[in-house]
């Protein structure tokens, strides 16, 4: 299993700008696909954005895309999640998580490791 580790998080005015970072160790970085997820207090956990295992294709929600960026450095074994423009409504605590296969990344049952998670909070 590979171990997962977000940072970034914090509160930050509608508007603003945060950059969610995933550090990854344990194993090869470059074997796993990674996602970013979100959850919100009273709601089910939802899909945020994926990136393949060499960076070359990505997906979003539709929520986010357009203001949302996520890529990876796989010399640092870390994955990125950009968020721009935020908005009030993308309070949740956002975790990451690492795929074997590239198969159905918008779902959250397709990941086999997650990591604790790191809080977002926007003001209005």
């Known amino acids: 299993q590979v171990q997962l580790v977000e940072s970034g998080g914090g509160l930050v005015q509608a508007g603003g700008s945060l950059r969610l970072s995933c550090a990854a160790s344990g194993r090869t970085f470059t074997t796993y696909n990674m996602g970013w997820f979100r959850q919100a207090p009273g709601k089910e956990r939802e899909f945020v954005a994926a990136?393949?295992?060499?960076?070359?294709?990505?997906y979003y929600s539709h929520a986010v895309k357009g203001r949302f960026t996520i890529s990876r450095d796989n010399a640092k074994n870390t994955a990125y999640l950009q968020m721009n423009s935020l908005k009030p409504e993308d309070t949740a605590r956002y975790y990451c998580?690492?795929?074997?296969?590239?198969?159905?990344?918008?779902?959250?049952?397709?990941?086999?490791?997650w990591g604790q998670g790191t809080q977002v909070t926007v003001s209005s």
């Open positions: 990136i393949n295992w060499s960076g070359k294709y990505t």
């Open positions: 998580a690492a795929a074997y296969s590239d198969y159905a990344l918008t779902m959250d049952s397709s990941y086999g490791s």
